[in-house]
């Protein structure tokens, strides 16, 4: 059975800094593109980040490059997003998702919750 279980999230002031980090199991994780989703209140969900197997290749939605960034622990089977300077529209669930070689499999976590405010 496959789960992604993130984790990290809670309330921060603008400007502060957060890091995710989503524990993947029953997969075999080196094989899948890990990536970073997130839904705010009264919108659809949007891409945040992307990491490919390898680690190798980067991919940020143009809102949180320069801020955001993503990586990956193959052995640990852990992907994490570390995020700076966060803003209030940074605010939403943040979602976990793995998708397999040629996407023929995808999965996602639960979500945790991002709140950036005064």
């Known amino acids: 059975q496959v789960q992604l279980v993130e984790s990290g999230g809670g309330l921060v002031q603008p400007g502060g800094s957060l890091r995710l980090s989503c524990a993947a199991s029953?997969?075999?994780?080196?094989?899948?593109?890990m990536k970073w989703y997130r839904q705010a209140p009264g919108k659809e969900r949007e891409f945040v980040a992307a990491?490919?197997?390898?680690?190798?290749?980067?991919r940020y939605a143009d809102s949180v490059n320069g801020r955001f960034t993503i990586s990956r622990d193959n052995l640990k089977m852990l992907t994490n997003l570390q995020m700076n300077t966060l803003k209030p529209e940074d605010t939403a669930v943040y979602y976990c998702?793995?998708?397999?070689?040629?996407?023929?499999?995808?999965?996602w976590g639960q979500g945790t919750q991002v709140t950036v405010s005064l």
């Open positions: 990491i490919i197997s390898g680690g190798n290749v980067r």
């Open positions: 029953g997969l075999r994780f080196n094989l899948y593109t």
């Open positions: 998702h793995a998708e397999s070689p040629y996407g023929t499999q995808k999965y």
